[in-house]
């Protein structure tokens, strides 16, 4: 092998790449499977989970109820009116990206990303079959199968979110759900089977917009995945001799700033001439010695992108940490210390490369970032405990814009809608406040008109009437007059809303 400077990288050797990656284990590859794990039962099981709402509401956890436009999440109901929660949601999840990747890079591509989550699902399972039954025919039918179930499975749980989930099942099989229940099943299984069966680290390389984003966010303060060129270069075979500054690395550590060696408090300052004076010999390349890296290409053969690291960090590391697990499993062997890749700053070089990284996490665009996640957590946890309990929208219809009965008596037409999300409330009672004399009754009841008019609530807790609300010919205003409608809980008399509206008279 070519020799080479502490500072410079070794010509890399053609490496084939794995059709799947190789497994590795470490305390990255446990934290990417705790995470894979949770987050896929998240996933398939959260549209599993019951929720006691009452007679006639849906009794799952979760639900998007489109019919009824609203999103049921456990005991809180959201609707279309509630966009801004879900504005802020959106804000505190893109600033909380911004946050974690300034401190740590691309932690959220490594660890938490969907294409991720199921990239790792995939390889798993691919190599799981390879285990089973080897390479050959068997092995790709039965990834192919594979792939399919695991896709449509996809399709099928994020169906769930939309139609009761222990019931989607059955209506598919037979014939009896929606047309785009069967569209959403089948647009889900298409692009997680491309995705994640065939597109895979594609999707990270070329596809994704955020490698090319996340340049603007890192600096030289951000814990990303490096290789220690001062330590493991020039690369060597396992069997040639070892560089003697790394030999002797218990009397002190090569700085990338120059040869000096700082000696260990308790070695005797000669072993500390000594170490130095090597330390100057080993900078003279030299084609008999290497560094700390074997040239194995393990670092490589697990990644999921198929970056080689030991290049310098790049567009395709989305920082698993795999290849540190992988890299620490060979050092284990070879009886050398750990950390030859590992999470650093870039400004680590400066320092030696066996002290451990020292991060400053009280930086302004970290402060930024993590300030305006939290004032966005707080605007939507605001919005959510000061949800209003009752809808009521009282709409004047202007064609016309009053009718003038037989008996001289004059009449305004609304259009009532209400919606409510307290447990319990079945009956509301309206009445007319500002305006003196008012009847009301609902366009769908073949009863007389009242001052008062109480009215059911349907059990999905909604309701849409027509209100009249009709005045005396004397009492009629001579154009406009605001007056307001007061909705009151039927049985209690607690006041529920007040909706200010007019009502429009004949001109005098």
């Not at 798993?124 to 192919?144: F, M, P, W």
């Not at 399709?155 to 099989?173: C, E, K, Q, R, W």
């Not at 940490?321 to 890749?341: F, H, K, T, W, Y």
């Amino acid at each position: 092998m070519p020799a080479t400077t502490l500072q410079g990288l070794a010509p890399s050797r053609a490496i084939a790449r794995p059709d799947i990656p190789h497994a590795t284990r470490g305390r990255f590859r446990r934290i990417k499977t705790s995470l894979t794990c949770l987050m896929l039962g998240i996933y398939f099981l959260t549209p599993w989970l019951r929720w006691e709402r009452g007679e006639g509401l849906p009794g799952q956890a979760v639900l998007f109820d489109l019919p009824g436009r609203r999103l049921m999440v456990f005991g809180l109901e959201f609707w279309p009116q509630d966009l801004p929660i879900a504005v802020g949601m959106m804000i505190f999840g893109a600033m909380a990206l911004f946050f974690a990747t300034t401190l740590a890079g691309r932690v959220w591509c490594g660890f938490a990303c969907p294409q991720t989550v199921w990239s790792d699902l995939f390889f798993a399972v691919d190599r799981l079959i390879v285990r089973l039954v080897g390479k050959g025919a068997s092995e790709r039918r039965l990834r192919t199968v594979a792939w399919l179930l695991i896709a449509l499975a996809t399709g099928v749980g994020f169906t769930g979110y939309f139609i009761d989930a222990p019931t989607l099942p059955g209506l598919l099989l037979t014939g009896r759900a929606p047309a785009i229940a069967y569209a959403t099943v089948l647009v889900l299984t298409g692009t997680t089977w491309l995705l994640a069966a065939y597109a895979r680290e594609r999707v990270c390389l070329h596809m994704c917009p955020w490698p090319r984003f996340q340049a603007a966010l890192l600096d030289r303060q951000s814990l990303v995945v490096t290789y220690q060129h001062g330590r493991g270069e020039p690369r060597g075979r396992r069997r040639t001799p070892l560089r003697p500054d790394l030999a002797l690395h218990g009397f002190g550590e090569l700085q990338s700033t120059g040869p000096a060696i700082g000696p260990a408090p308790a070695a005797p300052r000669l072993m500390g001439l000594v170490a130095e004076a090597v330390a100057f010999s080993a900078l003279a390349p030299s084609p008999s010695l290497r560094g700390d890296c074997i040239d194995c290409t393990r670092c490589v053969t697990v990644c999921p992108t198929g970056v080689d690291i030991r290049r310098g960090l790049q567009m395709g590391c989305i920082g698993c940490g795999l290849c540190i697990d992988a890299c620490n499993e060979v050092m284990a062997r070879l009886d050398r210390p750990e950390g030859l890749i590992r999470f650093d700053v870039e400004s680590a070089p400066r320092r030696s490369f066996l002290a451990p990284p020292r991060v400053d996490w009280l930086r302004p665009k970290a402060l930024a970032f993590g300030l305006a996640a939290l004032l966005a957590l707080g605007f939507s946890g605001y919005g959510m405990a000061t949800l209003a309990q009752v809808s009521v929208h009282a709409e004047p219809q202007r064609n016309p814009p009053f009718v003038q009965l037989s008996d001289g008596s004059v009449r305004n037409d609304y259009a009532l809608r209400l919606a409510h999300r307290r447990a319990g409330l079945a009956r509301v009672a309206l009445h007319a406040e500002g305006l003196n004399g008012a009847l009301l009754r609902l366009g769908t009841q073949d009863l007389p008109a009242a001052e008062v008019v109480r009215v059911a609530i349907g059990s999905d807790r909604t309701l849409d009437e027509r209100l009249l609300v009709v005045l005396p010919a004397r009492a009629a205003p001579s154009g406009r007059q605001d007056f307001t409608v007061v909705v009151r809980e039927a049985e209690t008399g607690e006041e529920l809303a007040r909706i200010p509206t007019y009502f429009w008279g004949p001109e005098r």
